[in-house]
């Protein structure tokens, strides 16, 4: 019999609260050798400056050919971030999901966020929290 073993993570990225940038990563920790992660789902949320257009947010693995898109559920209120950072608001992510990693692979959530601007950057995204579920099996 295969024995089911629970999983989860979560990571967070803010950029040393100082700077916006066009994306931004989340790299949650690396599945135990001789295992398989099965995610199950995958939420968190994405910050970016007040009037930006979300681009992207995926899971994607290390080591392999897998990504998932992951849909916007809802977007907060405008909030102060750090000084440089501006307003901003968290958009809310996550879904079910069927992906697999293999032992000693990261699972990578990205987002990427721009505003129009007559500069030369036009990065929005301002910090991103991640979290993954699901169990491990053995390979």
Do not use: C, W
Request: net charge negative; hydrophobic share 45%; glycine share 14%.
């Amino acid at each position: 019999m295969m024995a089911l073993q629970p999983f989860a993570d979560t990571g967070h990225n803010d950029n040393h609260g100082l700077v916006v940038a066009p994306y931004i990563q989340v790299i949650l920790a690396a599945v135990p050798m001789g295992k398989i992660l099965v995610v199950e789902h995958i939420s968190g949320q994405l910050a970016a400056q007040d009037g930006a257009t979300v681009n992207f947010i995926e899971a994607t693995v290390h080591g392999e050919n897998s990504v998932v898109y992951l849909p916007v559920h809802f977007v907060s209120g405008v909030r102060q971030f750090g000084p440089d950072q501006g307003l901003g608001r968290h958009h809310q992510f996550g879904s079910p999901v069927g992906l697999y990693v293999s032992g000693g692979n990261n699972i990578v959530v990205s987002g990427g966020a721009t505003k129009a601007v007559t500069g030369s950057d036009p990065g929005a995204a301002i910090s991103m929290f991640a979290s993954v579920v699901g169990h491990l099996v053995d390979a």
